[in-house]
């Protein structure tokens, strides 16, 4: 039974991964992209990977989906037709696809229990972990105990990604005034009073289940990286529904950006303060007299960062990329040009002359009509 | 034989798909979708290797001996979230570059390059 769910997951799969290959209109595709994720969230609980299949759920169905519409909506829904050498692209594909499938004949089958993977540190983990860490959750004890270094360089790249979203798409603060004097236009936000109502009463509990998964990862599916991602989904589903403006002056961004680096700073400082009593870095068996007590404090605080950092890190990449929106919005609509680089300038300008001798070659046609008409 | 191997086969199939529209396709923000394809499929080998049959999630708990290897989830649970952030920063490098050049397209990127290096 296992086996038929996941053949037909897995050619879902296939099917909406070729399905995305051939749509052109780029919101399609962003939407397949959202299925596509779902899809694999469900697959990877038949795996039993539930900590897994709950991130990708939050991520990959929620978050990058959300992003890409942001995105889409700057530069534009539907594909160029023409495509670069389909052939010679399909025979590099075909040979690299031979290869690896030639790669996996003398793999261990699927779910096979003798499998090299099961042999070196799994073991260790499953029977021992209860008695070293005392978690429940094996994931979580690993994560944030056995590779608590690892887990804290992946916490730097989130962060350094979120600084480099920030210098690409902020927006010098002066600019800020210009809605001051600018009558409000008709957003979405204020038309659905509907969603506006069941969404104002949701978000309190969206908030709670984040806290819950934040605080409840050691004995069940959860951690940081959930938790913060959820987190920032609810604050962005205020964003999307009161508007930029108004969720701006309840979550201030210099205040995530501040959230952001004390949450990696956290996770650091809890290895150097295991440092100062005497134990390695990241070793929490000497932050308390008990070692399993310590263990449970340095996760506890651990945690605790990861969530800070993942909920800011996502809550200040999607600010900046609807700010960056409205901003563009705006200067079109007001056709003043100053926020947005001399080069569109200039491409605005070629569509204006391309205008004009549209507007040259009309009256053309239209004096050969009247040409014709006289003859 | 042939269901012992068909996950591998199909992650497989995923990833020259996800390949294939990153070499094939000139729209920037398709090629971002590519890769996003390219990684989920690196994610479902991972956690394929890592199964178990008959195994349960790795969660301890009263009466369960077998469990499927924690490893390679820890491993694909912070690369989902590493790969948002770093898709983030690639979305946003288009559009700057759809700013900049007004097109997301790569042959017409390509173009305009070219003529400002004419020029100079």
Redesign the interface.
Known sequence: ME?LV??VL??F??VI??A??RTKD?LA??ML?GI??LL?AS??VV??????AF??AS??AG??GL??L???S???RT??P?????LL??F???I??GM??YG??D?P?????D?P??QH??PR??ND??QEVGV????TS??ASY?AF??LG?VA??FT??I??LS??ALPQRRKSYRLDEPKKEQMYQQHIVLRVISKALIPFILLFALYVQFHGD???G?G?QA??IFAAAIILYAMLFGLDNAKRVFSLSLFQLLAAIGLLLYASVGVVSLFNGGNFLDYNVLADDPIAGQHLGILLIELGVGCT?AS??II?FF??AG?REA?QHSTKQNCHEL??P??NR?VLNSTELNSTELNSAELSITVLNNGEVK | MILGLYNYWIVVLLMMIGFYIVIAHGNLIKKLVGLTIFQTSVFIFYISMGNVDSGSAPILAEGVSRYSNPLPHVLILTAIVVGIATTALGLALVVRIKESYGSIEEDEIQIQDQLTEDKT
Not at chain 1, 47 to 52: C, E, P, Q
Not at chain 1, 82 to 86: D, L, M
Not at chain 1, 136 to 139: E, H, T
């Open positions: 086996t996941d053949v897995l050619s799969l296939v991964a070729i995305i290959v780029l595709v962003v992209t596509y994720g694999s697959f990877f795996l039993d990977a539930v900590d897994v991130t990708e991520v990959g978050i990058s992003l890409m942001a995105a889409i700057m530069t534009g594909e160029s023409k495509r670069h050498k389909p692209a399909l590099v594909v075909l690299t696809g690896l499938i996996t004949m793999m089958y699927f779910g096979s229990f499998a993977i099961h540190v799994a983990y499953i972990s209860m429940p959750n094996i994931v690993v994560l590779r690892d887990t992946e790249v989130i990604a979120g480099g979203v690409l798409l004995f069940g599916p951690g990286f913060g991602v993942v890190v996502m990449i900046n990329f960056r563009q947005i680089s080069e569109l491409n």
